[in-house]
């Protein structure tokens, strides 16, 4: 299935993906981050609308920032929906998930 928005990110959230993805490593549930993490992706690139709470409007004209769950991340993203743009802003452990290190 082709995507219907197109989705991007800033740069942090590659630092974020890596941090992430060693502490999965080191527990032993680098598939599961990865299957989350593709899932998020894959709702972005269908479905933006359809997830999340809405937090607040962006600076940029047309846009709103939402706050997604897909246990375990979090993932906090900008969607221009006349555009068909989405924008990852960060990606952070689901509190008192496996990735979650502040809570243990």
């Known amino acids: 299935m082709a995507a219907k928005y197109h989705v991007g990110r800033v740069p942090q959230v590659s630092d974020d993906v890596r941090s992430l993805s ?7 549930r680098l598939e599961d981050f990865v299957g989350a993490l593709r899932s998020a992706f894959e709702t972005l690139n269908h479905r933006p609308s359809d997830w999340g709470d809405p937090l607040r409007k962006t600076a940029r004209a047309g846009g709103m920032v939402y706050r997604g769950i897909r246990d375990p991340l979090v993932v906090h993203f900008a969607l221009y929906e006349r555009e068909k743009e989405v924008m990852v802003l ?3 452990p689901l ?4 990735l979650d290190t502040e809570s243990k």
């Open 22 to 28: 060693v502490i999965a490593r080191v527990i032993g």
């Open 90 to 92: 960060k990606l952070l």
């Open 95 to 98: 509190p008192h998930s496996f």
